[in-house]
């Protein structure tokens, strides 16, 4: 099956910027809603972040305003540009489908934002 492989990991502290990406073989990033997950200490992972094969986003509202999402199709990669990153943000943050029929979660990629 298509792995997907997040990269990226990062610890900076509150104010600053991140960027993250997401890999997977064909073109299975480009044809397909994509999103980003993210798994909190303690919590369940959850969608915060999705772009449709179409380009169109949506965010959680934790988040609007200072990420972005969006897709390269010539790399076939996804990416989250995350500015004015928060305590709250820290967490595995993970790519795969939006829709219940999902790829294998690969291993995310840790991100740690400091007061």
């Known amino acids: 099956q298509v792995q997907l492989v997040e990269s990226g990991v990062g610890l900076v502290q509150a104010g600053g910027s991140l960027r993250l990406s997401c890999a997977a073989s064909?073109?299975?990033?480009?044809?397909?809603?994509m999103g980003w997950y993210r798994q909190a200490p303690g919590k369940q992972r959850e969608l915060f972040a999705a772009?449709?094969?179409?380009?169109?986003?949506n965010y959680a509202d934790s988040v609007k305003g200072r990420f972005t999402i969006s897709r390269d199709n010539a790399k076939s990669t996804l990416y989250l540009q995350m500015n004015s990153l928060k305590p709250d943000d820290t967490g595995l943050y993970y790519c795969n489908f939006v829709r219940d029929s999902k790829l294998n979660w690969g291993q995310g990629t840790q991100v740690t934002v400091s007061s």
């Open positions: 064909g073109s299975i990033i480009n044809t397909n809603a």
């Open positions: 772009i449709t094969s179409g380009g169109s986003t």
